[in-house]
């Protein structure tokens, strides 16, 4: 088992920036990949980046391509999500994920999930 935890969501006015934390219990084959995905009211959750953690190959959806950047603290067994240029549109829920796979953008490819954080963002 892998408990996942999620911290750093807030309000911000358009433009701002925010750090997103995902914070896992232990590093174990179930999480290779770590992934963020955002859940929008009325919405379906929807893939927005993922990081190979052994090799830290990193991967974005075109959305947040540009704005987001990941990172990881293998000591701290954290992941990092920098988004800047933040705007109304980026407004949901974010959860961290992990998956065992190398690479994956399918939600039903993660084994683990975070409770989520709200990401609020003003016009």
């Known amino acids: 088992q892998v408990q996942l935890e999620e911290s750093g969501g807030g309000l911000v006015q358009t433009g701002g920036s925010l750090r997103l934390s995902c914070a896992a219990s232990r590093r174990t084959s179930s999480t290779n990949t770590m992934g963020w995905f955002r859940q929008a009211p009325g919405k379906e959750r929807e893939f927005v980046a993922a990081i190979n953690w052994g090799g830290g190959r990193t991967d974005y959806a075109d959305s947040v391509k540009g704005r987001f950047t990941l990172s990881r603290d293998n000591a701290k067994i954290t992941v990092y999500l920098q988004m800047n240029s933040l705007e109304p549109e980026d407004t949901a829920v974010y959860y961290c994920?992990?998956?065992?796979?190398?690479?994956?953008?399918?939600?039903?490819?993660?084994?683990?999930w975070g409770q989520g954080t709200q990401v609020t963002v003003s016009s």
């Open positions: 994920a992990a998956s065992r796979r190398s690479a994956a953008r399918r939600s039903n490819e993660y084994d683990y």
